[in-house]
Structure formats: structure tokens, C-alpha cells
């Protein structure tokens, strides 16, 4: 019956028509996913703001006059105002005898932190809930609890699409984009709007993690390698779409909701999105399995199916014994079932670390260069798509340990290169960190779908889910890196990134290749793929 299967998949992966509409469905999220990730940096655009003074403000006075009379200027700067603090005055006095007397007459006067702000602008999620000062870090609140999200995400939907199939979890993740999206330009509470965040991270994630899944199950070879590899396309072109939206609209509400409702186009997915034959052929149900394939390739429709099938039987009665709770959790114990199984996984934990932490790393320590924000996006994007089409002929031609290997090594070597160069040297600094990013980039695309053929089918989507968790830990680690070991010097934060992915491409040559494979269905199937094994550092 596998066998028949893996055949009829053959068959599918060369309609090109066919794939490449089942591309666009699964490619979808991914856009969604890189809106609202980068939709953080035209949120929180903090414009000028200094403390305002009731009193004056209903006076009429005009925010020159306010600054002049009540806002103390930075020792080192005559010219920057202390946007944190005024003068401690009575301003009832100043109000009442007007600007010119009160310029006469200004004494010297201590300061205090401000209780009300003043802004050129209200259009960021800074001016609604007073981001600033000392709420500064509320404002990273909102990119860190995203992050948050898509770690528990991770978590979840790898388990629930191993038990409950990768169709239930794409519908589900779907239904609470939909919700959460458009209702986190619509809250005016900023813990409510954290809660939509995080609710928008867990659906984020588990889109991705189903929706790769799918695309992974339903074709082989080269085509399975291609489509997988273009499917994150869709994040530059997320992040180009972003940046263009965002140039035009500028007040945070109306630009979250136009960029969040093309999220219910996820009900043609919903409704269309063919549920994973492999897993369907997993859980014993055949037939299912056939009849879907049926739909896609119609020449199964000839092909024999055997309705009383004792395994699907047998599968049943042991979920039944089991429970849904069990099974949940046997889904993660089942990484760590076997010691080739637990050499896999943690290696893959390793992996998903050391991507998500060198990608946010070097992102934020790029936070210092001054760039237009709407034109980085914009080519940030451009960068991503060019890394993704350059792994594509990688893959095919030299193999998934090879490449995802050599990747993680040469992004290492240029990040702790960055120790060796005089900070003064912004320009070279700058063009061996990009070049460090389009490495690092392109890792994200390559170790998803290598880190995918490792598994079996019935625990592949924890196997990713896992993967991408990891990843989402280092991107929640990774500000505190950049504030607080940056702090004490500058290429700490790279070099503490360096030496991880050094040591990472160092722990994948011991993996199997996986180029020209065909994916396993069950644990038992398992023991006839290669082993983790020291061995294998040898084996190109």
C-alpha cells in the first residue's frame, strides 16, 4: 500500500499545473506570516514627543512655546531637548500671564518626570499607550510576545496536526488568524492587543508547520525539493508588500486592518487544501488515504482497495486504549524514542537555536545603521528572496547535509570575521554582515525541509514543530544578547552567534543525507534509514 502510494505521489509531483496551485495555497500564510512580522517596525515609529503641560496646552499655546519654557536640553547637546523630564513649575502662573512675561521671568528650576507626553504625531501604537521613557519596554513587548506566540504555536500544532491530521490544524490555525488579525487593530486595551499578538504567533506558526508539512507529504524528488524551497518566497514578498502598504497608510489602526483582512482569504484553503495522504495512510485509514489521492491522481480510482484492513483496525482500538492526552504527549516522547531518534532531534534543536538567534541577532544589531525603514524593508525582502533562489540548485545538485552544513559554517565564520574588523570600518562591517544574513537566510529554507525527511510521517509535523519552537527561543533570547552582552562590547553578540553556528555545521555532518530518499512512514520503517552516526562525517 506505501508503496502505491509513494507511486501515486510520483504521479502528482509531475502535474505542474496541479502543484504548482497546491504552491500558492500552502505559499499564502507564509505572506500573511512576514505582514505581521515586520508590520512591528511601521507599529512602533516613534516620532518626537516631549512632556506636554496641560495648563499651557488650554492656554493656546503652541508646542515651541510649551518646549521653551519647560523642557530642560541634553548636557551634551544644546540642540536636543530631555524628552523625558520638565522643569518643576507652577505653569497655572505662566498660563495665566502669557508667553512673553513667562520668558522673563523663568527661574532656575529642578526637573521631574513627565506625566503627560506630546507628540509631532499620534500614528504609531507608541503614541496610543505612551511607549516611551520609562515604558520603553512595553514597546518590545509587543515583537516579543509574537515571538512567544509562535514558540507555544510550535509547540502545539506540531502534536495536534500528528493526531488530529494536518488539515484540522490548518483550518484551526486559520480560524484564529482570522480572528485575531483584524481584531488587534481594533482593541484599544494594550494588554488585549498583547493577547492578539500572541494569538496571531501561535495561528503564524502553526500555518507554517502544516501547510510545509502538506506540501512536503504530497510530492517527491526534485519537485518535492523545489516547491518546499519556493514556498518561502512568500516571507520577501510578505515583507516588499509590507513596506509598499505601510508607505501610503500611516496611522497604525488603519494600516494593521488593511494588511489583516486579505487574512480570511485563508478560506479557500480552508476549503480546498487536500488533507496529507501519508498521514491519513498512518493512522491505518487506507481507504481515506486512496480516495483522497483520487482526487488528485485519477488513476487511483482503479486501484483495489481492501475495506477490512486489520491494521487499520488494530491502529483504532490502540488510540482508543491510549487517549487523546497520551497521545498528545507520545507524539514529543516519540522524538526521544529510539537513541537515533533522540541524536536527531536534539541535533535539529541545535539547528532551529542557532538559526533563530543568529537571524534576530544580526537583525537588531543592524538596528544602528540609519536607513529609511520603508526602503530596508523593502530590500530585506529582496535580500531573503535572492537567498531562497539560491538554495534551490544547492539542494538539488549537492544534497541537504552538504549544503545546510557548509551554510551554517560559513555564516559562522563571517559573523566571528566581524571580531577582527575595526569598528570604524562601518562600510566593511556592513557588506560582511549582510552577506552573513544571506547565508543565514537561506538556512531557514534549506533546514525546515532537510530536518523534515529525518522524521517519519506520523511525528514529522511535531519533528518541524519542535525545529521551529527552537527557533522562537532564539528569537526571544536574542534582544537580550544584543542589550546586555553588547553592551560590554560590540561583537560579542556576533561572535557569541559565530561560534554556535560553527559548531552546529559541525553536528550535522554526522546526520544522513536525505537527497533522492523516500520519506518514512512509521517509527518501524525508521530502522531501515540511516543512523546518526560519527560515520557519517565521511560520507558526502
Aim: with cysteine.
Amino acid at each position: 500500500m506505501a508503496d502505491d502510494l509513494e507511486k501515486y505521489i510520483d504521479s502528482y509531483s509531475k502535474r505542474r499545473w496541479q502543484v504548482f496551485v497546491l504552491l500558492l495555497m500552502v505559499g499564502t500564510p507564509g505572506i500573511f506570516n512576514a505582514i505581521q512580522l515586520s508590520s512591528y517596525v511601521f507599529l512602533v515609529d516613534k516620532p518626537s514627543y516631549w512632556c506636554d503641560i496641560p495648563d499651557l496646552t488650554s492656554a493656546g499655546w503652541s508646542d515651541r512655546m510649551i518646549i521653551n519654557v519647560t523642557t530642560p536640553h541634553q548636557n551634551y547637546s544644546s540642540n536636543k531637548i530631555e524628552e523625558c523630564s520638565y522643569y518643576d513649575r507652577n505653569y497655572s502662573i505662566f498660563a495665566k500671564n502669557g508667553y512673553n512675561w513667562s520668558m522673563n521671568n523663568l527661574e532656575t528650576a529642578s526637573s521631574k518626570p513627565c506625566q503627560y507626553y506630546r507628540y509631532s504625531n499620534r500614528e504609531s501604537v507608541v503614541t496610543e499607550w505612551d511607549l516611551v521613557c520609562d515604558n520603553v519596554a512595553k514597546k518590545s513587548n509587543i515583537q516579543a510576545v509574537l515571538a512567544f506566540g509562535k514558540f507555544i504555536g510550535g509547540l502545539l500544532f506540531g502534536s495536534i496536526s500528528d493526531i488530529y491530521g494536518r488539515k484540522f490544524a490548518f483550518n484551526l490555525a486559520a480560524l484564529i488568524y482570522m480572528f485575531s488579525g483584524p481584531s488587534a487593530a481594533l482593541i484599544d486595551s494594550y494588554v488585549l492587543f498583547l493577547f492578539a499578538r500572541f494569538l496571531i504567533g501561535v495561528a503564524g506558526s502553526g500555518l507554517y508547520e502544516t501547510s510545509y508539512t502538506i506540501l512536503t507529504e504530497l510530492t517527491s524528488g526534485k519537485t518535492r525539493t523545489l516547491l518546499c524551497l519556493l514556498m518561502n518566497m512568500s516571507y520577501p514578498i510578505g515583507y516588499i508588500l509590507t513596506s509598499i502598504i505601510a508607505y501610503y497608510i500611516r496611522p497604525w489602526r488603519k494600516l494593521l486592518l488593511v494588511l489583516s483582512l486579505p487574512i480570511f482569504g485563508l478560506l479557500i484553503q480552508c476549503w480546498f487544501l487536500p488533507e496529507s495522504p501519508k498521514w491519513l495512510l498512518s493512522q491505518g485509514r487506507k481507504k481515506q488515504a486512496l480516495m483522497t489521492m483520487a482526487k488528485l491522481v485519477p488513476s487511483v480510482v482503479n486501484t483495489d482497495i481492501d475495506n477490512n484492513d486489520k491494521d487499520n483496525v488494530q491502529i483504532k482500538m490502540t488510540k482508543k486504549s491510549n487517549g487523546k492526552c497520551m497521545e498528545f504527549l507520545s507524539a514529543y516522547t516519540s522524538l526521544f524514542s529510539t537513541l537515533d531518534l533522540s541524536a536527531k532531534t536534539v541535533i535539529s534543536l541545535f539547528c532551529g537555536l542557532s538559526c533563530g538567534l543568529s537571524y534576530y541577532v544580526i537583525a537588531l544589531n543592524g538596528d544602528n545603521i540609519t536607513a529609511d525603514r520603508y526602503v530596508y524593508v523593502a530590500l530585506s525582502g529582496i535580500f531573503e528572496g535572492v537567498s531562497y533562489v539560491f538554495t534551490v540548485p544547492l539542494l538539488i545538485y549537492v544534497g541537504r547535509k552538504k549544503a545546510v552544513s557548509c551554510l551554517f559554517f560559513l555564516s559562522g565564520i563571517l559573523q566571528l570575521i566581524l571580531f577582527a574588523i575595526p569598528q570604524e570600518k562601518v562600510n566593511i562591517l556592513l557588506c560582511v554582515t549582510l552577506v552573513a544574513r544571506f547565508f543565514v537566510s537561506a538556512l531557514f529554507s534549506t533546514i525546515v525541509l532537510f530536518i523534515s525527511e529525518l522524521y517519519p510521517t506520523i511525528i514529522r509535523n511535531t519533528g518541524i514543530g519542535m525545529l521551529l519552537t527552537f527557533s522562537q527561543i532564539g528569537s526571544i533570547i536574542a534582544p537580550y544578547i544584543v542589550d546586555i552582552l553588547g553592551a560590554k562590547a560590540w561583537y560579542i553578540p556576533s561572535t557569541v552567534c559565530g561560534a554556535l553556528s560553527v559548531f552546529v555545521s559541525s553536528l550535522i555532518l554526522m546526520l544522513p543525507e536525505t537527497r533522492k530518499t523516500v520519506l518514512p512512514n512509521t517509527l518501524e520503517e525508521m530502522k531501515n534509514i540511516n543512523s546518526v552516526k560519527l560515520s557519517n562525517c565521511f560520507k558526502f
